[in-house]
């Protein structure tokens, strides 16, 4: 396999962890050893703070892939207290940089931080405290204290990163409706594209430039089939990358391969939708007849005009028919969502 086929493969939208903070530098017991002074006061500094480790959500990152050989994460201790009141180094911090859209959550399922945007960043384990060392412990009434303090360990715990794509266009529908082809066709995104259902095993993103200075992000979500809110097919994997669209493009293919019937088949997914988060079905949808180069589409584009009762669009992502209209068609909607402030939480 060519070594970019590879990487295509190597998408990853979960993964569990192990997490360290660094431990605390102990502190220092010293005295002073001056010529002449036989009594030299208390001179231990105090241990370094053990270093974080972070989480970052970076835009040039796009899965989880490269934490799949690197399970356990520990950021360094700091350095004990040193003589002369000197205090230890601090432990350095370790940065995990994952894609906007992941969401940190603990053992328990529950969310410790939802990194939607670039620079986003939550502390996971908190290095341990350095030690004292003897000299915080002198007073007017102990001037020589033999005491100090160990430093204290780094929290530790497994975490679980889960990235839901963030893209403000969702292309949504069967498998082998076109999805791909359409994104290839309107971006610069080279998703795999073959005649066979499921060529989609995770979403592509590809950017589109609507106009000078003008763009939008989209994603390919990878086909649904019937019992996809249960699970059917991966559906639970496929089905939460929708949540953060704010634009649903449905694709509708004329002539599906398995005979099915089309406008059965876009009434299956909406039910889908529908049975996973039901406040999908109150987002902006696109209606778009695929194939328009086959014989049946047009007609197919009337019939589900009259059931919708407003416009649909029909594009052929082969002869480029009907995909400037489309791309106007999602800037609009883009642009009224942002007029409104109805866009969903992203």
């Not at 406008?263 to 696109?286: C, G, T």
Request: hydrophobic share 35%.
């Amino acid at each position: 396999m060519p070594p970019a086929r590879q990487a295509r493969h190597m998408f990853l939208d979960r993964i569990t962890i192990f997490v360290k903070g660094g431990d605390g530098g102990d502190g220092c017991m010293s005295f002073r050893h001056e010529y002449k002074v036989p009594r030299g006061g208390p001179n231990g500094g105090d241990g370094g703070n053990g270093g974080n480790v972070i989480v970052l959500a970076e835009e040039n990152v796009d899965s989880l892939a490269p934490l799949s050989g690197h399970k356990h994460w520990r950021a360094t201790s700091g350095q004990a207290g040193q003589g002369s009141n000197w205090t230890g180094r601090q432990g350095e911090d370790i940065v995990i940089t994952v894609p906007p859209g992941t969401i940190v959550r603990d053992t328990e399922g529950s969310v410790i931080r939802d990194l939607t945007r670039h620079g986003d960043s939550v502390v996971v384990a908190a290095g341990g405290k350095g030690g004292h060392g003897n000299s915080f412990f002198k007073s007017a009434t102990n001037r020589a204290p033999r005491e100090f303090e160990t430093g204290r360990p780094g929290e530790e715990r497994w975490i679980t990163l889960e990235l839901k794509v963030i893209a403000d266009v969702g292309l949504i529908g069967k498998p082998n409706a076109g999805k791909s082809t359409l994104l290839s066709r309107i971006s610069r995104a080279h998703p795999e594209i073959a005649d066979y259902p499921f060529t989609t095993k995770y979403p592509n993103l590809g950017m589109v430039n609507a106009a000078e200075e003008v763009s939008f992000v989209v994603a390919d979500i990878p086909g649904l089939i019937e019992g996809a809110h249960a699970g059917m097919g991966l559906g639970h994997e496929f089905l939460k990358h929708v949540e953060r669209t704010r634009v649903l493009v449905h694709l509708i293919e004329p002539e599906p391969l398995d005979q099915s019937d089309p406008l059965e088949n876009y009434r299956q997914i909406r039910k889908e939708l529908e049975a996973y988060d039901p406040s999908l079905i109150d987002r902006p949808e696109i209606v778009v007849v695929s194939k328009a180069e086959l014989p049946g589409a047009g007609e197919l584009a009337a019939q589900l005009e009259h059931e919708l009762a407003h416009p649909v669009i029909l594009i052929s992502a082969v002869t480029g028919k009907g995909l400037p209209a489309l791309i106007a068609a999602i800037w609009r909607e883009l642009v009224a969502l942002k007029e409104t402030g109805t866009a969903p939480q992203r």
